[in-house]
């Protein structure tokens, strides 16, 4: 009924997804067009029932006009819409009339939880020109206008998706109460976006829930769903920032002392480091890994752990004559009990030997199949002659290990690319970036690149081979064509997970900065400099959405995990701390410096001992800080310190 405007990215990958680039809106036009070119919601006004299966098959020529048919016949019958805007219509006694929807009332008597079809009692009929609230849905009954319907409309979802609320029924809006459990009573907090849309994906025994039914248009959904969550999100963000500034004390204090101009002073604070997914956001996650290196020094693996479709946790999940990519629901789910179980593996059971910490990051690329990139730092560091122990690229012996070996040649073989296949993702300006085929060597040798290079034998020295079919030709692959492995990882998962060994210093940012970089983004030029610079808008607009991702977001699994946790210490020049204020308490905050980690730190020096003796980076492995009092304190878990019967240590 409604049209869907944003920039799409079709990508033939592995899993099919829907993906879209910057914002998400639905558009409406009037009633009835000004013209006889009749679309989407106009179309339920033109002429008869089969005048309109006609327009409708023009439109989209690849459509069947028998299931248009009874597509069409079956709304005519069910849906609330259909019914609301023929009878609001006729009952509009001229063209300088609209109809107006309200974004959020409820009948009396009728529970806000529940999904309601919209009754014509709810629709007002007015003149054009009247004052209408920013949320509402009004419609012409003729001009050459569209209007863009706002995401907290509760008509919003049904609008635009009739197949899946066929009734016409209500979606989310501002309004919905949260229940309690035990009672059933309303409770005064209010359904968040996010919740009311992770309640709809739920999978419920005894219920049908059409939407994980729909594959292609699920996908959208989510997406377009999921876009609405952000969008209030960053409404929130921009509303309750609008007046709020930063500055330094000093600055501040200067410019009240003086009377000076307030509304000169400070910058406005806008998508802050608290916000998903922001630069800041990101930014903040490679500087705690490079925390770790400054700390405990290089990491020892990086390990990319990929989601394998074909799990039988996600097949005996699937309904009948589904696939994994009609579900990215179930894919997400099993893959992050799956990452749950493999990072439980390698650090509590010690796999590899005692872990002093880790850290990793989701990621949806060109795959379309959620990833993890994983950073782990050894108590012990790995020796270059136990690194075959551990990792290894060359193809088992079937006659060995047959199981390792057909997980191998199904998970682990990159390509074929180059002349066998110049097409694959990899390849460009007639070379492979990921630098395959690799070199064959006897022994594994440390490199200078970061990287060493693993043993991979030739046939003749021992090396395995295996033939495989591409492009209707046999091919024979050798160990060039293997990706790091672990044997263990492998066996135990079945999924591809490539584990490489950390060698060198000259690497480790790019690897930290890497495995914090986040999903894609559009890359945008330097503007003019008198522009305002709308850090939320230009996230909007390159902002790249999948629907792989959407439902990963929309169930609020995280993105990021790492141990231990990471403290941000506040580092400034005397008086020099970062002040938030408003116009309206300008002059209260300027009255004194607010404390900081590095203020207290100085306070904690002049009272305690032991914290005397320590640098002011060490300070959070014994002290934690307490945001109300703004103070440190001894921390009262952990390890014990010899030689301080009240001291604690951790790793923080």
């Known amino acids: 009924m409604t049209s869907f405007g944003t920039t799409d990215i079709v990508k033939n990958n592995i899993m099919s997804t829907f993906k879209v680039q910057g914002q998400i809106y639905h558009r409406a036009g009037s009633l009835l067009p000004l013209d006889s070119d009749y679309k989407f919601l106009q179309i339920y006004f033109l002429g008869t029932f089969n005048e309109q299966v006609d327009q409708r098959c023009w439109l989209s020529r690849i459509t069947h006009r028998a299931i248009v048919s009874e597509m069409q016949d079956f709304f005519d019958q069910h849906n609330a819409l259909v019914t609301l805007f023929r009878t609001a219509l006729e009952r509009m006694p001229a063209d300088n009339f609209a109809v107006v929807i309200r974004p959020d009332k409820t009948p009396n008597g009728q529970h806000e939880r529940r999904y309601n079809a919209p009754t014509i009692d709810e629709v007002a009929i007015v003149i054009v020109g009247e004052q209408f609230h920013p949320r509402d849905l009004v419609l012409h009954r003729r001009n050459g206008n569209v209007v863009r319907i706002p995401e907290t409309h509760r008509s919003y979802d049904a609008l635009q998706y009739p197949i899946i609320f066929w009734q016409g029924e209500y979606g989310y809006h501002f309004n919905i109460k949260m229940l309690k459990p035990q009672t059933q009573e309303e409770d005064p907090k209010k359904v968040s976006s996010m919740n009311y849309y992770a309640y709809r994906l739920m999978i419920r025994e005894g219920a049908f829930n059409r939407i ?18 952000e969008s209030e999100r960053l409404l929130y963000v921009r509303l309750n920032q609008k007046e709020l500034r930063s500055e330094e004390y000093i600055h501040l204090r200067d410019i009240v002392a003086t009377d000076g101009n307030l509304r000169t002073l400070g910058k406005m604070v806008l998508l802050p480091a608290t916000f998903t997914g922001s630069p800041r956001h990101m930014h903040e996650y490679a500087q705690n890994a490079l925390t770790y290196v400054r700390s405990y020094g290089r990491p020892d693996l990086f390990i990319t752990f990929t989601c394998n479709p074909t799990w039988d946790e996600i097949q005996e999940l699937l309904l009948p004559r589904q696939s994994s990519s009609d ?112 070199d064959l060597n006897n022994n594994t040798i440390t490199g200078e690149d970061g990287y060493p290079k693993y043993r991979r034998r030739s046939i003749h020295d021992g090396g395995e081979s295996t033939i495989i079919r591409m492009n209707n030709c046999e091919v024979e692959i050798d160990n060039r064509w293997i990706v790091p492995y672990s044997p263990l990882l492998l066996k135990t998962f079945k999924a591809h997970i490539n584990v490489e060994y950390c060698n060198s210093v000259k690497s480790i940012k790019y690897i930290c900065k890497y495995v914090n970089k986040g999903s894609d983004m559009a890359v945008f030029g330097i503007g003019a400099a008198t522009e305002a610079h709308d850090e939320i808008k230009q996230y909007e607009s390159g902002r790249y959405i999948s629907s792989n991702e959407a439902v990963w977001r929309i169930l609020a699994f995280p993105i990021h995990e790492r141990h231990p946790t990471v403290i941000h210490l506040a580092v400034h020049l005397e008086n020099g701390q970062r002040v938030y204020f408003t116009m309206q308490n300008v002059r209260e905050r300027a009255l004194a410096p607010p404390q900081t980690t590095f203020t207290a730190f100085f306070s904690s020096c002049s009272s305690d001992l032991f914290a005397r003796s320590l640098l002011y980076s060490e300070v959070p492995k014994y002290y934690t800080w307490n945001k109300s009092t703004k103070k440190f304190k001894r921390r009262l878990q952990g390890k014990p310190v010899p030689g301080y019967s009240n001291l604690r240590s951790s790793d923080a």
Request: aromatic share 10%.
């Open 212 to 229: 994980l039914k729909c594959r292609l248009l699920f996908h959208q959904y989510i997406v377009d769903m999921y876009a609405k969550i």
């Open 327 to 438: 579900r990215h629901d179930i894919v997400a789910r099993v893959f992050k009990q799956k990452l749950k179980s493999l990072m439980n593996f390698i650090v509590n059971h010690r796999t590899f030997g005692e872990i002093r910490c880790w850290m990793y990051s989701i990621e949806w690329q060109k795959r379309g199949l959620p990833h993890a990139h994983i950073l782990i730092w050894f108590m012990e560091k790995i020796t270059p002659d136990t690194i075959d122990e551990i990792i290894s690229t060359e193809i088992p012996d079937s006659n060995i290990d047959l199981e390792l070996f057909e997980i191998v040649r199904k998970n682990m073989i990159h390509g074929p690319c180059g002349i066998i296949n110049n097409s694959y993702p990899c390849m460009k300006d007639g070379k492979c970036t990921k630098r395959y085929p690799r």
